[in-house]
């Protein structure tokens, strides 16, 4: 009987006291399907139960923000009856298992999330962390996830705008994959929630039909990576993206038509999870004949239908009297839908196989009353604190401008179009700034502004500090948005971390989860959704902590924005610096030549730098403006110059150093521009002047055909096999 | 106001920025369903857009060139109506043997979104009147299937009677003839991989695409 | 030289999305298809010593290399 016990807890990943729990609420031994919805709903992919505690202390509100965490996904008003709703979720294990099809359904994943609220998909973003170029299948893994972002995006008609792509070893055995999606509610289109509503009507099942996909997959990702992960892979998710496609044009429609009065997509735990949840968050119970669902292998038991993720599906309540609209609408688009169960005032979830009841569980026991852990964390003390000037003219590789050369060519420092052209960025007719830039622009269809969609999280960063790295996850794009023009107004994020049970990790998560919420709050940018991955660790190692964020922010057009390369000639070329906070940066990181710096946590005056910085790029008060990041001065400058047009630069600072924070611009108007600019810890200074076909620094001279050639080669470098 | 008729397919994504595009040289669209039949004579002119018809499954185009309104866009060729189709377009109506050739793979076996450089070589009398010969336009390209292949002797004969409409200036997926854009025997029928919907503004980082309109 | 044919077909229980597409074709044609897959097929000759061993060499690339074991099948078939 123990034996048997120990057995099942294996196999359902339930431990010892969760299992008690269990007991306890039930009020006796879980039976049959109990097993299987109690480990699916309380897998950390599902409950959060490591997370939850420090979630909840998370800043969402905002007077824009009409919908936070809770639904698919979150919703901001962007005045002018225009909305958007965005998300972004990881898909790491399963891509590091079979990476077209991991990364292509995480993609459409994040789709679902986005126009099951009602909202029309109109962009896509993606964070990317691979491992070093020469570690085991990391050529596949990186053409795999490549390819299959293209071949979902691509062909489901959604632009890919911006993404980051990074490379470490820590990521070796466990590749990150992040995708974010943004939708567009214009004046007309309806919100549309996931709370099941109104006795007797109709529990509806539509788009494809369910199969063995993943089974078991929601619990697989709440696991650390070992040497067995081959053995106990479910059967790999197949996503379809030209299905989705139907899904969401179908979707839409029905939505349009007010034929829907709640909806949810089958994600992670498939029934399980949008079953359950729709019926508790509606505070109704649902009665579902199992045998009802279509399926496309008839040997499926009501376990594997309920566990299964098979993709491009959806649950929604439809009042009866509206079910032949919406079937007729359905059957347009050449997809399924049928009635699986209908809403029921008993506050229960009662499964039928066949007619015959063979669960019945209330949703709130299971939901609600999932376990919660204070994992064990130390307070994070911050590096270097005591203060250190900027070094001037460093010393060693810091200070080499020549090591420029190194870096351009370096998968690093190179050129990342490989990746990106890959992806359509333009289908939508709509993108103004491609993955090309800094930050991804699309213009709203109705009111014509422009929306700024980036990414942010330096995992070096992170490495160097993970409270400084989460307060960088947001200021960095923040103030990449703001030097285009854009006002940012919220963040996504995707919490990438190792293994919660150890210290260390949940140490990491709690500080930069502080840091990331303290600069949302102060730069009033609430985090109105997300996802966290913890369990990001093979054979006890854990992946850098890397918490990606995704921001959007705001314009009134897009015309007239500035560029990210210099292309006027005989403009002054302004850095602009913010504060005193400094490292020795990527370049110190890997060349293991130095590790020193000074960081000052409050930043003092940056609410005020950002919103001074998008003002005077919406007045147009400089031509071209780049955010100095990693590799520090020298390497901005050059990414600066690849079109042609380069700088004569004289500057005392050491080339590779990286400022917190640092902005170059080029103007017409130094003087307008520093009225405009200057305030609490900024200072501006005049280091050179823009010039035609060549950059230089100091006695360093490159042409600018150089520095392109040197960036152009930096991939083929690294991925000779992928790069034709 | 001329009256365009816009194909759908199931998977065609391209459709909406089509529309956008017909609107704003001051057009009217109107939607054609796959499964329906049209009357050509309630048109002026049909554009089959571009995206995934039927997720490009099996051979780009193919499943999309056997749908019931093609018979109607059939009809409408052989009645000379001017028929344009772009990128998953133009694969649909050599699918459907109303363009010359057949678009394979990218030579670099890659999916691939660009701007490029074309090439004027004919003007068509309805969707590209105000090109003119020689002219150069700057486009985006997105695709992964648009390495054009035509039989030399058929190279030959589309060459002499000019039904070539643009071509790249540098190769970018290894198209015969470096061919970007052709023209049927009667010249009513025009096809092209690049996205002239997709340049119609300064901001989009071109606005050549409205000559094709 | 050995000559095989190389058969490669999605899982039984993976989902055929090729197929799936290619059968509601078919089917709104009026033909009276009841279920389409579709896969690849790869011919491959190989310099070898004895049949066996050319059956060994197709196998081990089919595995590694022509198929994708997690969602694929092969099934190798020897060529005149």
């Not at chain 1, 919703?75 to 294990?93: P, Q, R, T, W, Y």
Request: proline share 4%; net charge negative.
């Amino acid at each position: 009987m123990q034996a048997n016990l120990s057995e099942k807890l294996k196999t359902y990943r339930i431990s010892q006291p969760e299992y008690e729990k269990i007991c306890d609420l039930l009020g006796r031994e879980p039976k049959g399907l109990e097993w299987a919805l109690f480990s699916a709903l309380w897998s950390e992919h599902c409950s959060y139960k490591s997370s939850k505690i420090h979630l909840k202390k998370l800043f969402g509100k905002s007077k824009r923000v009409l919908q936070s965490f809770g639904e698919n996904a979150g919703i901001v008003d962007l005045g002018d009856g225009e909305k958007i709703a965005f998300k972004m979720e990881s898909h790491n294990h399963p891509s590091f298992i079979e990476p077209y099809q991991g990364a292509a359904t995480g993609v459409g994943g994040i789709l679902r999330d986005i126009f099951t609220m009602g909202a029309r998909p109109i962009a896509l973003a993606n964070y990317l962390c691979f491992g070093e170029p020469k570690a085991q299948r990391m050529s596949t893994l990186v053409d795999g996830v490549v390819r299959g972002i293209g071949g979902y995006g691509n062909c489901v008609g959604v632009p890919t705008v911006t993404g980051q792509t990074h490379f470490d070893p820590s990521y070796n055995e466990n590749i990150l994959v992040n995708a974010m999606a943004v939708g567009y509610f214009g004046k007309k289109d309806p919100i549309c929630l996931s709370k099941a509503k109104g006795v007797g009507n109709h529990v509806v099942y539509v788009g494809a039909k369910t199969g063995r996909d993943g089974i078991h997959g929601a619990s697989m990702a709440s696991e650390s990576f070992d040497d067995n992960s081959a053995a106990k892979r479910p059967t790999v998710q197949i996503g379809d993206p030209f299905y989705e496609k139907l899904l969401i044009e179908a979707c839409l429609e029905v939505m349009k038509k007010d034929l829907v009065v709640a909806i949810q997509d089958m994600g992670a735990a498939g029934l399980t999870s949008s079953t359950f949840e729709m019926a508790e968050k509606g505070g109704v119970g649902i009665e579902m004949d199992l045998s009802q669902v279509p399926l496309r292998d008839s040997t499926l038991t009501p376990e594997d239908i309920m566990l299964s993720e098979s993709q491009e599906r959806m649950l929604l309540i439809c009042e009866p009297k509206n079910f032949a609209a919406l079937k007729q609408e359905f059957d347009r688009w050449g997809l399924d839908a049928c009635v699986v169960g209908r809403v029921t005032d008993d506050k229960k979830v009662r499964l039928l196989w066949h007619g015959e009841v063979i669960c019945e569980t209330e949703p709130e026991m299971i939901v609600s009353s999932a376990p919660e852990y204070e994992r064990t964390y130390e307070e994070h003390q911050l590096k270097w604190p005591i203060k250190k000037a900027i070094p001037q003219k460093g010393e060693g590789v810091l200070g080499d401008a020549k090591m420029l050369n190194t870096i351009l060519t370096s998968h690093h420092g190179g050129d990342r179009s490989w990746i990106y052209n890959q992806y359509d960025q333009r289908v939508g007719a709509a993108t103004a700034n491609d993955c090309s830039h800094a930050v991804g622009v699309v213009r709203l269809q109705e009111s014509h502004r422009g929306l700024g969609v980036v990414l942010g999280c330096r995992p070096h960063v992170m490495r160097m500090d993970p409270y400084f790295g989460g307060i960088d996850s947001v200021v960095h794009p923040s103030l990449q948005l703001a030097t285009y023009g854009f006002e940012p107004l919220a963040v996504t994020d995707c919490l990438n971390f190792g293994n919660p049970e150890k210290k260390e990790t949940m140490t990491q998560f709690v500080a930069a989860l502080q840091g990331m919420n303290t600069f949302c709050q102060r730069l009033e940018t609430p985090i109105i959704s997300g996802n966290v991955s913890f369990y990001n660790e093979t054979k006890n190692k854990n992946v850098s902590p890397t918490p990606s964020t995704g921001l959007v922010g705001l314009r009134p057009s897009v015309e007239n924005l500035p560029h990210d390369s210099f292309y006027k000639e005989n403009q002054d070329v302004v850095l602009l610096t913010f504060g005193s906070s400094w490292f020795s940066g990527f370049l110190g990181e890997i060349t293991q030549a130095t590790s020193d710096g000074y960081l000052e946590k409050d930043l003092s005056g940056i609410e005020t730098f950002v919103k001074k910085l998008t003002l005077a790029s919406q007045e147009g008060l400089f031509a071209s403006g780049r955010v100095v990041g990693k590799f520090g001065l020298l390497y901005a400058l050059a990414r600066m110059s690849l079109e042609g047009m380069g700088a004569q630069i004289v500057c005392d600072q050491a080339p590779f150093t990286e400022v917190f924070y640092q902005i170059l611009l080029s103007t017409n108007d130094v003087s307008r521009l520093s009225k405009a600019l200057l305030s609490e810890n900024v200072s501006l200074t005049a280091i050179g002047k823009t010039q035609k076909a060549s950059l230089q620094w100091n006695e360093h001279k490159w042409a600018t055909e150089e520095l392109k050639n040197l960036y152009k080669k930096g991939w083929e470098a690294s991925f000779a096999q992928l790069a034709r | 106001m001329r009256k365009v008729g816009v194909l759908r397919f199931p998977g065609t994504n391209c459709d909406r920025d089509i529309w956008h595009a017909v609107e704003q040289v001051g057009d009217t669209p109107q939607w054609l369903w796959y499964q329906d039949r049209f009357n050509p004579k309630d048109f002026d002119s049909f554009i089959v857009p571009g995206g995934f018809s039927y997720g490009d499954y099996l051979r780009s185009g193919a499943l999309a060139a056997h749908a019931p309104v093609m018979q109607s866009l059939k009809e409408a060729s052989e009645l000379g109506y001017p028929i344009f189709g772009v990128c998953n377009g133009f694969q649909i109506l050599c699918e459907a043997q109303l363009l010359p050739g057949v678009l394979m793979r990218n030579s670099h076996l890659r999916f691939l979104d660009t701007m490029v450089d074309l090439t004027v070589i004919n003007a068509h009398k309805r969707f590209g009147q105000k090109l003119e010969k020689g002219q150069k336009v700057h486009m985006p390209i997105a695709h992964a299937d648009g390495c054009y292949y035509v039989s030399d002797d058929d190279l030959k004969r589309i060459q002499d009677n000019q039904q070539i409409y643009c071509t790249y200036v540098r190769n970018p997926n290894g198209s015969v003839a470096d061919i970007a854009g052709v023209m049927n025997k009667n010249k009513n029928v025009v096809g092209m991989m690049p996205h002239p919907e997709r340049a119609m503004y300064e901001w989009m980082g071109s606005c050549d695409g409205q000559k094709f309109f | 030289m050995f000559k095989f044919g190389i058969r490669i077909l999605p899982r039984p229980e993976v989902l055929d999305t090729q197929g799936r597409a290619v059968e509601a074709t078919l089917k709104s044609l009026g033909h009276s298809v009841l279920e389409t897959k579709v896969g690849r097929y790869v011919q491959l000759s190989i310099e070898a010593k004895d049949i066996a061993q050319a059956q060994a060499t197709a196998k081990k690339v089919s595995e590694e290399v022509l198929c994708n074991m997690l969602i694929e099948n092969f099934e190798i078939e020897v060529l005149k």
